[in-house]
Each structure stands twice: as structure tokens, then as C-alpha cells.
């Protein structure tokens, strides 16, 4: 297995769920047909909740703090399905404990390598949804999709907000001090970061099209 592997990567995150990061993969994917794209989410439980549902669900694995699934059926219904059907070539669903992400990107390395020995590709390109893998690895390009019409913000986000290339807004935010409150604490990045407006069911903008064209044009460079 060749541990000197490099990769491009994508991370797409976001501020709270249900804002449309799934369908920004989902957009990416669709965008650049020409690339062989291995997709995945990133899904960090805690006592019986969900971190991207909030709800209480069985994505915890039964024995284990992690588990890595390749998704085989496009039309099962999961956010790893829809990127298949978007394009993908392959597509996982990475679950962890809250706080064990570190034990499961060796599972997930791994995982990526052994698919990658099946195949005749040898410029790997990964786009993946999560906000917390930027605590342990600078991706090729960042996009972090914010809602100013919803309060929540994930700790998470709020950590890997400044890292992000470009912020996606799902809705009109004409200025800073229009901000709703929730996001005063990030004002001055709202001012300083590159941004664009894209709600759901738009087209890819073009401003995000020319720098992930611009990154797969590029070595690939990122250790997992």
C-alpha cells in the first residue's frame, strides 16, 4: 500500500445541518464530470444524537467508536447515495464518536487506498462533507455553506470558518451590520472572506467552478 499517496481535496462544511452542504458536493460533482471523484460524509455521534440530524438515530456503529461504509446502491436514499448519483465513482459514509475522528481516519485512509489499488487512477481527487476534518489536514480548497436565516452554529464551524476558501450563502446577506446577531462574532470574516450567493437548485457559480477547476489542474499534494 503506498503510504506516500497524495490527493486533491475538497471539503465542503457548514454552520449548522440541513443548509444544503450534501447538495454543494452534490453540485461539485456534477460540474466537472470529467473527474473521477471519490466522494464521502463524515458523521460524528454522541449519546444516541446525531450530529448532523440532531435527532436520535442508529448511525452509531454496534461495536465499534468508528465505521466506514462504501456505498452500492445510488437509489438507497443516503447522502453517500446521492453523490453517486451526481457522478461519484465511489462514495463512503465515515461514523464516528464524538472526539474519535482521529481513530477513524486511519480506517478511512486505508479504506481510500485499497479502492484506489482496484483502479487505474493515479490522480486521486476527494471531495468529502465535514467540518472537522480540517483539524487535522489542509484540503486543497474549503467551501463553508452558511444560512443567515438560521441561528444554530456548530462548534465545529465556528472553529473552521476562518480556514475557509470561500463562504456559499444560502440567502441574501447585503452587509455585515445586517447580520442577524448569531453571527456577529464572525462579522469581520464576512467582510474579508471571498463569498457567493448560490441557493439550493442553482447552478455551481462560476467563481467556485474556476477555483476547483484551478485545483484539479494541480499536483495532487495532500497526505490523508
Not at 450530529?51 to 461504509?69: L, R, T
Not at 480506517?107 to 468529502?128: G, Y
Request: glycine fraction near 6%; aromatic fraction near 6%; charge should be neutral.
Amino acid at each position: 500500500m503506498n503510504r506516500a499517496l497524495r490527493w486533491r481535496v475538497i471539503v465542503v462544511g457548514g454552520h449548522t445541518r440541513s443548509i444544503g452542504k450534501t447538495q454543494l458536493v452534490c453540485d461539485v460533482i456534477s460540474a466537472f464530470p470529467g473527474t473521477n471523484w471519490i466522494a464521502g460524509k463524515i458523521t460524528q455521534y454522541g449519546h444516541g444524537v446525531c450530529a448532523e440530524n440532531g435527532n436520535n438515530c442508529d448511525c452509531a456503529p454496534d461495536e465499534h467508536i468508528c465505521a466506514i461504509e462504501w456505498e452500492a446502491q445510488p437509489q438507497s436514499g443516503t447522502d453517500s447515495a446521492r453523490f453517486l448519483q451526481a457522478g461519484a465513482k465511489r462514495s463512503f459514509w465515515l461514523r464516528t464518536k464524538q472526539g474519535f475522528l482521529a481513530e477513524g481516519l486511519p480506517l478511512m485512509r486505508e479504506a481510500l487506498e485499497r479502492t484506489l489499488s482496484e483502479t487505474d487512477e493515479d490522480s486521486p481527487s476527494l471531495i468529502v462533507e465535514s467540518n472537522s476534518l480540517l483539524q487535522f489536514l489542509k484540503p486543497s480548497l474549503y467551501f463553508a455553506v452558511i444560512d443567515p436565516a438560521r441561528e444554530d452554529f456548530k462548534d465545529s464551524a465556528r472553529v473552521a470558518l476562518d480556514r475557509a476558501d470561500v463562504l456559499v450563502l444560502r440567502g441574501a446577506m447585503h452587509t455585515p451590520a445586517a447580520a442577524p446577531s448569531w453571527i456577529k462574532l464572525p462579522a469581520h470574516l464576512l467582510r474579508t472572506k471571498p463569498s457567493v450567493t448560490q441557493r439550493e437548485g442553482e447552478p455551481l457559480p462560476e467563481p467556485l467552478e474556476v477555483l476547483i477547476a484551478r485545483a484539479l489542474l494541480a499536483p495532487p499534494s495532500i497526505a490523508l
